[in-house]
């Protein structure tokens, strides 16, 4: 028995060893398995940025107006008057250099519609386009009908949202990873896109301007004349 009980001992130092193996084993495996899925869970939470789901893309693009004019007009209207007055507003307040006119060629009202264009150009004129600033042309309009348009365009920097709003592809219940649905952003994209005043200020700031060194001695001299007593009080 001795012998047996003996023998017994290294076996069971063996079995001891091999079971607190295969639990540091089983550990490192259920760790990894945790840190598996806590990583995933963890980059599957950041949301994602609707401003590359939704980019504002800057490009050239015209801006244009229809004049409609009849075969009886002899000279512009009203109507012409205030369309030209505030096409010609979006115009200076562009970064455009020139402004075309392009008149209808061959069709019924061609005599009237060079009229009117004449008439249009000299009322912007007086508003404050430079005669190197209009080009005038013209474009084939037999087939227009009888009042074919008067097309008054420039080329001008927009900004404008590259992809399509309203799309509810994705079940906005399933949020398990706590990602953006893929309409988010969009509108407020849009919205900022048409808000703008100039699209180029999208693709970086402005210069800084030259200082008015004047004001600046009149409000220093000011300073030192009275201080603080011509400052109104914050309370």
């Known amino acids: 028995m001795s012998r047996v009980k003996k023998?017994?001992?290294?076996?069971?130092?063996?079995?001891n060893k091999s079971l607190k193996l295969s639990v540091i084993f089983a550990g490192i495996i259920l760790t990894s398995c945790a840190s598996y899925q806590k990583d995933?869970?963890?980059?599957?939470?950041?949301p994602k940025d609707y401003r590359t789901q939704h980019p504002i893309v800057v490009a050239q693009s015209e801006v244009s107006e229809d004049l409609i004019v009849s075969t009886s007009m002899y000279k512009m209207s009203f109507r012409h008057e205030n369309t030209?007055?505030?096409?010609?507003?979006?115009?200076?307040?562009?970064?455009?250099?020139?402004?075309?006119?392009?008149?209808?060629?061959?069709s019924h009202n061609e005599a009237a519609a060079r009229r009117v264009g004449h008439d249009v150009i000299a009322h912007m004129k007086t508003?404050?386009?430079?005669?190197?600033q209009v080009v005038v042309s013209r474009y084939h309009a037999s087939n227009?009908?009888?009042?074919?348009t008067i097309r008054l365009?420039?080329?001008?920097?927009?900004?404008?949202?590259?992809?399509?709003?309203?799309?509810w592809n994705d079940d906005l219940r399933e949020t398990s990873e706590n990602q953006n649905y893929e309409n988010f952003g969009c509108s407020t994209?849009?919205?900022?896109?048409?808000?703008?005043?100039?699209p180029a200020d999208l693709l970086g700031p402005r210069g800084e301007s030259e200082i008015d060194a004047g004001r600046r001695d009149n409000v220093?001299?000011?300073?030192?004349?009275?201080?603080?007593?011509?400052?109104?009080?914050?309370?």
């Open 7 to 15: 023998n017994m001992k290294p076996m069971t130092n063996k079995l």
């Open 40 to 46: 995933h869970f963890t980059v599957g939470s950041t």
């Open 84 to 106: 030209a007055t505030s096409f010609y507003g979006k115009f200076r307040s562009s970064s455009a250099k020139v402004l075309r006119v392009i008149l209808p060629a061959g």
């Open 127 to 132: 508003l404050g386009l430079e005669a190197n």
């Open 144 to 148: 227009h009908g009888d009042a074919a």
């Open 153 to 167: 365009s420039y080329d001008a920097i927009k900004a404008d949202v590259a992809s399509k709003c309203g799309q």
């Open 189 to 198: 994209q849009n919205n900022l896109a048409k808000m703008i005043a100039n």
């Open 220 to 235: 220093i001299n000011d300073w030192r004349a009275s201080g603080t007593a011509n400052l109104p009080s914050l309370l």
